[in-house]
Antibody, heavy 122, light 107 residues
């Protein structure tokens, strides 16, 4: 069964760091484009970042550029979101998602993790 | 960045109604447009990719159309399980963006 499991959320103070994990089962993460998407409380979806299949390209939303990175551990089949210099506006549910099947070449995200909540507050 | 504007932001409809949600891109995006459904507390679910291709397992009452800058998602006969929030998403540029969402509520 193809699945993504997200973990690592919590409450963190402004300016601190947090790392989220996205573990894959049923498929090899490095073969697919992988994304982070977030949703602030009561708001819509915001695309955060992508790492391409093979890992050669990474792109970030302007709101997180320079603060967030997306390392990947192929041996653990796990993607991470390293979040530094966190701000109150980073408070959200964070999802990882994959371009997996027939729509992948069109940028469709068809496998999603369950999400983890990050709260940035003093 | 490419801005995606959905309309309406919300709508009320009855079971059996035909519902159309539109999405406009701030620049031409070919057919790099996908639609998602999200229910409260759940991750989004892919409905339509490449503007008009139905994702496997999605009921045929859902359809998508459009190209360039103007797109639409149509539900031909609204069912109780369709009450949710719908988002469009462009994947034309290296920085992807979502529309602000359309909440479909029960009349």
């Amino acid at each position: 069964q193809v699945q993504l499991v997200v973990s690592g959320g919590g409450v963190v103070q402004p300016g601190r760091s947090l790392r989220l994990s996205c573990a894959a089962s049923g498929f090899t993460l490095s073969t697919y484009g992988l994304h982070w998407v977030r949703q602030a409380p009561g708001k819509g979806l915001e695309w955060v970042a992508v790492i391409s299949s093979g890992g050669s390209n990474e792109y970030f939303a302007d709101s997180v550029k320079g603060r967030f990175t997306i390392p990947r551990d192929n041996s653990k089949n796990t993607l991470y979101l390293q979040m530094n210099s966190l701000r109150a506006e980073d408070t959200a549910v964070y999802y990882c998602a994959s371009q997996y099947s027939s729509g992948a070449s069109w940028g469709a995200l068809d496998v999603w993790g369950q999400g983890t909540t990050v709260t940035v507050s003093s | 960045d490419i801005q995606m504007t959905q309309s309406p932001s919300s709508l009320s409809a009855s079971v059996g109604d035909r519902v159309t949600i539109t999405c406009r891109a701030s620049q031409r995006i070919s057919i790099y447009l996908n639609w998602y459904q999200q229910k409260p507390g759940r991750a989004p679910k892919l409905l339509i990719y490449a503007a008009s291709s139905l994702q496997s397992g999605v009921p045929s009452r859902f359809s998508g159309s459009g190209s360039g800058t103007d797109f639409a998602l149509t539900i031909s006969s609204l069912q109780p399980e369709d009450f949710a929030t719908y988002f469009c998403q462009q994947s034309y540029s290296t920085v992807w963006t979502f529309g602000q969402g359309t909440k479909v509520e029960i009349k």
